[in-house]
């Protein structure tokens, strides 16, 4: 995909017409001003690039592949990423579901996503306690797999006012109880916020704005700023090019907390739309009980949870199935397996460890962009993603420890910096004043246990009588650091392992006894 294509950029300019991924491009040259829009496109101009035929817009094959990929999984997938489960119920909730099954999602969320104030609300469950264990019913209640893994596995206790008593994890009535609850808990949460009368459910759109934003110490900064850049030009305060340019800057600075408040604006008048729809199920629509206990009657049995728990293999097939960009980390490669790589550790590449080195020295020589550090780009295909083999790594970082190959390399630490290259006219003294600096500084460090904690090059004969300290093996310390830091994070996600995943790295898989 394009790299300037973002979701802050996108707007407008994906489409999917007749199958066909088409992304409306941005104009590159002055050429194609006039044919692609300049900053966001309308919906009409959009439509009509993307139905011109004349205007290339549709993205290239192997992303129409990965898009057909998806697709192709469907409708299929659809019945498989069901789960039907049975839930007990008090009569308000399941006529709530059976009428409206779309609000099985919101109710699942509104209970996974809760924080105390809304439980604390929801102690008493004016609208979704089971009066009587008995009033309770047992019905199917269709789930998507992530919406009932979501609820299965939170753990909650019910309140002593809510009217629910879960029974004990080894009764065979715990799950559909435990699942009911939840589901309970989550609608309750849902009706609360509904508004209580019509003039609160009209304030609840686009008219329930602060009438001035400008207020606040946000604001009182805001203005600060533009005084000490002169924004105001001088003018006097009550004058008509002062106020002119007051409303310029308040214009300016409700649209930013507009833009920073409507995700969470957006969320509460879907909040509370669905909890309208529950307080009509509830006030309008009549309980119809013996419908209720006929579809009790009629249940199924739950579908088995055994897609929840998954082993190694299949995890492994799970990560091969979606993994596309190489091989599955920490997995030995067809090629590591083969009868003539399988000579143990005894025979390691070196060239893998060459390739981490000259990689991190590209990624810590690139530039920074404003959305964080860019990777070198890959320039092979997916096959030429390095697969460290964890049976000969320690052997290989042994081997790099005692090469030396390189004997036009310098014996010193200056010697990396390439000294004279800051200045084509600097001459011999001043290189040989930084050297003497650097080894000075080197003594120092010798004395210290940050010295110590350095790795270093053999001496080689001409140096074994000198009184310099052995040089400090840079490319050492580069692998012997980058492993330690991704031994710490234990298998999880942290710098050490992103930085190796961007530059295509495949590294072993975590073992605490290695």
Request: aromatic letters at 6%; one cysteine or more.
């Amino acid at each position: 995909m394009p790299r300037w294509l973002t979701p802050e950029r996108a707007e407008n300019r994906v489409f999917i017409h007749r199958g066909i991924l088409h992304v409306i491009p941005q104009a590159r040259h002055p050429g194609q001003v006039g044919i692609y829009p300049a900053g966001t496109p309308t919906i009409t101009q959009a439509i009509q690039l993307v139905c011109n035929a004349d205007v290339p817009t549709e993205v290239d094959v192997p992303i129409q592949d990965c898009l057909q990929s998806k697709l192709s999984m469907f409708p299929g997938h659809i019945t498989d990423n069901r789960h039907v489960a049975l839930c007990t119920l008090p009569p308000t909730a399941a006529h709530v579901l059976v009428n409206d099954p779309t609000l099985v999602a919101p109710a699942v969320q509104a209970f996974y996503a809760r924080d105390p104030l809304q439980m604390r609300s929801c102690r008493n469950m004016k609208h979704f306690s089971p009066a009587k264990p008995c009033n309770s019913m047992t019905v199917n209640i269709t789930f998507t797999k992530c919406l009932y893994a979501q609820l299965r596995q939170q753990r909650h206790r019910p309140g002593v006012n809510s009217g629910w008593h879960v029974p004990p994890n080894s009764d065979p009535c715990f799950v559909p109880c435990d699942l009911g609850m939840k589901l309970s808990y989550g609608l309750e949460i849902l009706r609360k916020q509904a508004p209580k009368s019509t003039a609160e459910a009209s304030n609840t759109g686009d008219g329930c704005e602060v009438q001035d934003m400008c207020t606040g110490p946000r604001w009182e900064n805001f203005l600060v700023c533009l005084k000490q850049r002169d924004y105001f030009r001088g003018q006097m305060e009550g004058s008509k090019e002062h106020r002119r340019l007051m409303g310029a800057a308040k214009q300016y600075f409700s649209s930013l907390l507009a833009k920073e408040d409507a995700p969470s604006k957006e969320s509460l008048r879907r909040s509370t739309a669905i909890g309208q729809k529950i307080k009509h199920l509830l006030d309008d629509v009549a309980v119809d009980v013996d419908q209720l206990r006929r579809l009790e009657k009629e249940r199924v049995d739950a579908d088995d949870e055994e897609w929840m728990s998954i082993d190694q293999k299949g995890l492994d097939d799970l990560l091969r199935k979606y993994h596309v960009a190489g091989p599955i980390p920490g997995k030995k490669s067809e090629s590591a397996s083969s009868p003539s790589s399988s000579h143990g550790p005894s025979e390691p590449d070196p060239e893998e460890l060459k390739s981490l080195i000259d990689g991190m020295k590209q990624f810590m020589s690139g530039i920074a962009g404003p959305e964080g550090a860019e990777f070198p780009p890959d320039t092979g295909d997916g096959d030429s993603k390095i697969d460290f083999s964890a049976a000969g790594f320690t052997s290989a970082l042994s081997n790099l420890l005692g090469t030396g190959e390189d004997e036009d390399s310098e014996s010193d630490v200056g010697s990396d910096l390439d000294i004279g290259d800051f200045d084509g006219q600097d001459d011999s003294n001043d290189e040989s004043e930084m050297k003497t600096y650097f080894n000075e500084m080197d003594q120092q460090l010798a004395q210290t246990d940050l010295g110590a904690s350095f790795a270093r090059s053999e001496l080689n004969d001409e140096q074994d009588g000198a009184d310099e300290l052995p040089p400090v093996d840079v490319d050492m310390n580069l692998v012997k650091n980058l492993l330690a830091s991704y031994g710490a994070q234990e298998g999880l996600s942290g710098p050490a392992a992103n930085i190796l995943h961007g530059m295509g790295l495949q590294m072993p898989s975590f073992e605490p006894s290695s």
